[in-house]
């Protein structure tokens, strides 16, 4: 029988052995499925939620996209913690920032996120509707949504109205000629701490989005009484929009240009309401270095020159004389009073 001692080791172990053989099966981790596992229903083209909704996945859009070495599950965490399927309708949403955390931020403070979480936008966007969901592609491929060429359209599939006006524009224009320069939505929105632009801090960065391509238009601007006052932060002031417009920017030849000879005055009375004919004439991007563009201003410009370095020459050559001559003054000054000290 053995000793009493081995007896109990025995009874422990069977017992230990007993609630193991007892922890159901379902207790368990489940193990996580195969992306094959997924789309044995998501691959079928045909399948569809209780809403009538398509839960399709093309697996050769997904084997093709920036994810396609990755698990379902790595996405789509609580699969993992599912142990029967088919599994509820609803999966957790996932979050990009959990890999993306740098972009996620960002995105975290723009205007689309405040829209989702604090008024409930629903329709406002999140990751998947400006990248896609199992199609995604690196931005540097024609084919992704956020490819430079795409974004107009990806943008104005919410934003279908200013999608039009720019469509019109001088930029879209360039963009369709193939200007890898040409301006599209994220050059002066930002790609993903979009904010609003109709704050005061929108306006002020206004000039210095529309001179990053345009520098020299932004210095002769800065050069003007509109351009002094807003680099001291006044916001009342015309900025680049105000007269050229945001989204549907015309050359100045194009009759629908804001700053075309027939809207000069309208576009100028926006702010100044007694604007005429006459007033229209100022230009707001005189170049007093440029005879081409403004010569009268270019040769004031010379004459104030030229005056000011004649008088700083005269008068610094006439102090120059006059120095020289107190030296000189002062040096047989200075003998005379020492011979009358010593006399006296």
């Known amino acids: 029988m053995g000793t009493p001692g081995t007896f109990g080791v025995r009874l422990a172990i069977l017992c230990v052995s007993s609630l193991a053989l007892a922890v159901p099966a379902a207790a368990q981790s489940p193990k996580p499925p195969a992306n094959e596992d997924c789309l044995a229903c998501h691959g079928d083209a045909d399948a569809k939620r209780a809403d009538g909704r398509s839960i399709f996945v093309a697996a050769q859009a997904f084997d093709a996209s920036t994810h396609g070495g990755a698990s379902c599950v790595d996405c789509h965490k609580d699969l993992a913690t599912i142990a029967e399927f088919p599994h509820p309708e609803r999966l957790a949403k996932v979050n990009c920032a959990s890999c993306h955390d740098d972009v996620g931020v960002k995105y975290h403070d723009s205007i689309h996120w405040r829209a ?15 990248h896609g969901k199992h199609d995604i592609r690196a931005k540097a491929g024609p084919q992704a949504r956020v490819f430079r060429a795409n974004i107009p359209a990806t943008c104005g599939g919410c934003h279908a109205g200013i999608r039009e006006h720019y469509d019109s524009s001088v930029h879209a224009a360039a963009l369709k000629s193939g200007n890898p320069k040409a301006p599209v939505c994220i050059d002066c929105h930002t790609a993903h701490d979009i904010q609003r632009a109709d704050t005061d801090a929108w306006r002020a960065a206004v000039t210095k989005e529309c001179g990053g391509c345009h520098a020299e238009s932004q210095k002769t601007y800065r050069d003007t009484f509109h351009g002094q006052v807003t680099s001291l932060g006044y916001q009342r002031v015309a900025t680049c929009a105000d007269c050229h417009g945001s989204h549907d920017i015309k050359p100045k030849k194009d009759a629908q240009s804001r700053i075309a000879p027939a809207h ?73 009073e020492k011979r009358e000290e010593k006399t006296a």
Request: hydrophobic share 40%.
């Open 116 to 130: 989702r979480d604090k008024a409930g936008l629903v329709v406002a966007p999140s990751c998947a509707d400006c």
């Open 264 to 336: 000069l005055v309208e576009t100028c009375r926006q702010c100044h309401a007694g604007a005429n004919e006459n007033f229209v004439k100022y230009d707001p991007h005189a170049d007093r270095h440029s005879k081409a563009r403004s010569p009268v201003l270019f040769y004031a410009g010379r004459f104030m020159d030229g005056l000011l370095l004649g008088v700083f020459g005269f008068f610094g050559l006439h102090t120059a004389l006059w120095l020289r001559r107190g030296v000189k003054a002062r040096g047989e000054i200075q003998p005379a």
